[in-house]
């Protein structure tokens, strides 16, 4: 027993001893390898040391750059979003899908007048720029339009009352000069109504409902 024993000391030691012997002759190696380098060969790779430390750096910098600029980049999307939404908001308000206020004119027509003589009107107030027109509560888009004899008329399948109340969104003195100029719709419409009367008036803030029509296309598709 006490043989064994002094034989596993004696292999752990020798063992032990060998793996130092080992490491010392690695590490002669290593700093023989360096003291065996010219002055030269130092020199170069001490160079492309710091070549490569500076190859490091730079990508250092420029992922630096990335990250700030993707930073950038997602605060941008935010205020994109933003933005697409007010513009979606802009032409749903212009198609006719969302109701809308703002500045612009308030036409009475108090007497009976036919369809055409609404469509004077309504004509000459989009060449004037009107960005949204409604009569009562019709929001006048795409497809709606005044028919129907004096007294009879019907705009988007509802009859007309009497005055007739016609709103139109847009420069309030553009919109009513256009209306109201010599030779303009109003002054036609009076020599052919004289008992008709129509006022105009420009108001801060008006508003015309969203249209109840569908506004998808039947025929038409958008061309990409």
């Known amino acids: 027993m006490r043989n064994s024993s002094g034989r596993l000391v004696?292999?752990?030691?020798?063992?032990?001893?060998?793996?130092?012997v080992v490491v010392q002759a690695r590490?002669?190696?290593t700093d023989q390898g360096l003291a065996a380098l010219s002055v030269q060969d130092l020199t170069e790779l001490v160079a492309n040391v710091t070549t490569r430390n500076n190859e490091?750096?730079?990508?250092?910098?420029?992922?630096?750059?990335?990250?700030?600029?993707?930073?950038?980049?997602?605060?941008?999307?935010?205020?994109?979003?933003?933005?697409v939404r007010a513009d979606l908001n802009r032409i749903e308000g212009w198609s006719g899908a969302m109701?809308?206020?703002?500045?612009?004119?308030?036409?009475?027509?108090?007497?009976?007048?036919?369809?055409?003589?609404?469509?004077?009107?309504?004509?000459?107030?989009?060449?004037?720029?009107?960005?949204?027109?409604?009569?009562?509560?019709?929001?006048?888009?795409?497809?709606?339009?005044?028919?129907?004899p004096a007294g009879d008329v019907v705009v988007g399948g509802r009859p007309l009352d009497n005055p007739v109340n016609l709103v139109a969104i847009g420069q309030p003195q553009t919109l009513a000069g256009s209306?109201?100029?010599?030779?303009?719709?109003?002054?036609?419409?009076?020599?052919?109504?004289?008992?008709?009367?129509?006022?105009?008036?420009?108001?801060?803030?008006?508003?015309?409902?969203?249209t109840d029509r569908s506004l998808v296309p039947v025929l038409g598709h958008p061309k990409l």
């Not at 009076?190 to 508003?207: K, L, M």
Request: proline share 4%.
């Open 99 to 148: 109701a809308v206020v703002g500045s612009g004119v308030q036409v009475t027509i108090a007497g009976p007048v036919p369809g055409d003589a609404i469509e004077l009107l309504l004509n000459e107030l989009r060449n004037a720029g009107a960005e949204a027109i409604a009569i009562g509560d019709t929001r006048v888009v795409a497809g709606v339009v005044a028919t129907g």
């Open 10 to 20: 004696m292999g752990a030691v020798l063992f032990l001893l060998g793996f130092l």
């Open 179 to 210: 209306l109201t100029r010599a030779g303009g719709p109003i002054a036609q419409l009076a020599a052919r109504f004289p008992d008709v009367t129509i006022a105009v008036t420009a108001e801060d803030e008006v508003s015309a409902p969203a």
């Open 27 to 29: 590490s002669q190696s």
């Open 56 to 83: 490091l750096r730079d990508e250092i910098r420029t992922l630096e750059i990335q990250r700030e600029t993707i930073q950038q980049a997602v605060q941008r999307g935010d205020t994109s979003a933003v933005q």
